[in-house]
T-cell receptor, first 113, second 111 residues
Framework: DGGITQSPKYLFRKEGQNVTLSCEQN?????MYWYRQDPGQGLRLIYY???????QKGDIAEGYSVSREKKESFPLTVTSAQKNPTAFYLC????????????FGPGTRLTVL | AQKITQTQPGMFVQEKEAVTLDCTYD???????LFWYKQPSSGEMIFLIY??????QNATEGRYSLNFQKARKSANLVISASQLGDSAMYFC????????FGKGTRLHILP
């Protein structure tokens, strides 16, 4: 079945540690996106990539880093520089083109202790 | 910068009534897409409906319709005959190469 996988569903880390969230898609989509969602809030764009080996910052990129070495994969690293990393992280992908809907993964809930 | 505004943080609606969720956007682009997504308490994001900026007809998908008023820069979602399962967060989104989401409206359907 085609879709987007994010693992793990729940992730706990100690303060000061970097952590990498995985996102894999087998939909053959060119574009991939990372969003952060805080309780009761909307989705805020962290990074997006429209093609392999290229990515752009979103509205809240500080403290995060990404890579896009393969079309299927777009991992997000939450670094120790991110002041408030506890949140729900959603990965999405779509076929290139502003008229195309995004497909979302199930999300990873990160808690930094 | 593009901006999406959803002015209703929460709404309570009686089951079987129609409900309109408001969305306005601010852009100088001529070519863009508008989307609505539903997020139940499970956290998954469910695509509901899409409207292109050049579409002359309002989009419809089953019980969902999008009231698109381009001059007013509004893209309201209308849900007809609401059901208990419609209780969720609803997000409006604007798209060019990236997609920007509004803050959402939490809809409660009352039995």
């Amino acid at each position: 079945d085609g879709g987007i996988t994010q693992s793990p569903k729940y992730l706990f880390r100690k303060e000061g540690q970097n952590v990498t969230l995985s996102c894999e898609q087998n939909l053959n989509h060119d574009a991939m996106y990372w969003y952060r969602q805080d309780p009761g809030q909307g989705l805020r764009l962290i990074y997006y990539s429209q093609i392999v080996n290229d990515f752009q910052k979103g509205d809240i990129a500080e403290g995060y880093s990404v890579s896009r070495e393969k079309k299927e994969s777009f991992p997000l690293t939450v670094t120790s520089a991110q002041k408030n990393p506890t949140a729900f992280y959603l990965c999405a992908s779509r076929t290139s083109g502003r008229m195309n809907e995004q497909f979302f993964g199930p999300g990873t809930r990160l808690t930094v202790l | 910068a593009q901006k999406i505004t959803q002015t209703q943080p929460g709404m309570f609606v009686q089951e079987k009534e129609a409900v309109t969720l408001d969305c306005t956007y601010d852009t100088s682009d001529q070519s863009y897409g508008l989307f609505w997504y539903k997020q139940p308490s499970s956290g998954e994001m469910i695509f509901l409906i899409y409207q292109g900026s050049y579409d002359e007809q309002n989009a419809t998908e089953g019980r969902y319709s999008l009231n698109f008023q381009k001059a007013r820069k509004s893209a309201n979602l209308v849900i007809s005959a609401s059901q208990l399962g419609d209780s969720a967060m609803y997000f409006c989104a604007w798209s060019d190469d990236k997609i920007i989401f509004g803050k959402g409206t939490r809809l409660h359907i009352l039995p």
